[in-house]
T-cell receptor
C-alpha cells in the first residue's frame, strides 16, 4: 500500500533556530500534500496544502513566513519552522492523497520540542 | 457549520470485550467518511473509508457503519486486544481529493488486561 515517510520522528531545537521536516511519498507520486499540527488530546488542525511546483495554500491564521513549505518534486514536501519558539512545540503530521478509492495516507508525524 | 462530533471522549474496557464508538456529523456536501486509528506519538492509520452508498465496511475486527440519512457512523471493535489502545478519529470529507477534511476530536480507547 501507499506509504508516506516523515522525517525526523522527533527533534529538539533551541529557540530562534529553524527546523526542517520532510515528508516523502515512497511508492507513489503526490501532487498534493497536506501539513497538520496536533496539540495533545486535540484533533488534527490543517495548516497548509502543499502543491507540487507552486506555492502552498495556508489556512487562516497560519503564518506563511514562519512555516515555510516547499514541494519541489512529486515525492517530497518540506515544512520549515523558522525562528522557532517554545509555543511552536507540537506534533506535526503530513499526508498525501494517494488517488484511487479515496486514498489518503498520513506520515508518522514529527514531535517538535523547542527549548 | 461543518462539524464532526465523537463520543465517548474516552473509554476503558477489558481485553476481549467489544465496544462501539460513535460519530455524528453535519458536513455538506458529503463525499466519504473515514475512521482512523492513531497510536500515541504516531500518525493516523486508515481503518475504513465509506462513501454515501455504503452502510457497512469491515477491516478485521473493526466494523464501521454509516447511516447517511441520520448522518451517523459507528466503529465496532470486536474481541479487543491491548494493542487496540489508541485514539480513534472519525473524519468526514466534503470532496474526493482530500481537501476539506473535517476531523473529529477522537475517542481515546484504553484496553486493560
Amino acid at each position: 500500500g501507499a506509504v508516506v515517510s516523515q522525517h525526523p520522528s522527533w527533534v529538539i531545537c533551541k529557540s530562534g533556530t529553524s527546523v526542517k521536516i520532510e515528508c516523502r511519498s515512497l511508492d507513489f507520486q503526490a501532487t498534493t500534500m497536506f501539513w497538520y499540527r496536533q496539540f495533545p488530546k486535540q484533533s488534527l488542525m490543517l495548516m497548509a496544502t502543499s502543491n507540487e511546483g507552486s506555492k502552498a495554500t495556508y489556512e487562516q491564521g497560519v503564518e506563511k513566513d514562519k512555516f515555510l513549505i516547499n514541494h519541489a518534486s512529486l515525492t517530497l514536501s518540506t515544512l520549515t519552522v523558522t525562528s522557532a519558539h517554545p509555543e511552536d512545540s507540537s506534533f506535526y503530521i503530513c499526508s498525501a492523497v494517494t488517488g484511487g478509492d479515496y486514498g489518503y495516507t498520513f506520515g508518522s508525524g514529527t514531535r517538535l520540542t523547542v527549548v | 457549520k461543518n462539524q464532526v462530533e465523537q463520543s465517548p471522549q474516552s473509554l476503558i474496557i477489558l481485553e476481549g470485550k467489544n465496544c462501539t464508538l460513535q460519530c455524528n456529523y453535519t458536513v455538506s456536501p458529503f463525499s466519504n467518511l473515514r475512521w482512523y486509528k492513531q497510536d500515541t506519538g504516531r500518525g493516523p492509520v486508515s481503518l475504513t473509508i465509506m462513501t454515501f452508498s455504503e452502510n457497512t465496511k469491515s477491516n478485521g475486527r473493526y466494523t464501521a457503519t454509516l447511516d447517511a440519512d441520520t448522518k451517523q457512523s459507528s466503529l465496532h471493535i470486536t474481541a479487543s486486544q491491548l494493542s487496540d489502545s489508541a485514539s480513534y478519529i472519525c473524519v468526514v470529507s466534503a470532496s474526493q481529493a482530500g481537501t476539506a477534511l473535517i476531523f473529529g476530536k477522537g475517542t481515546t480507547l484504553s484496553v486493560s488486561s
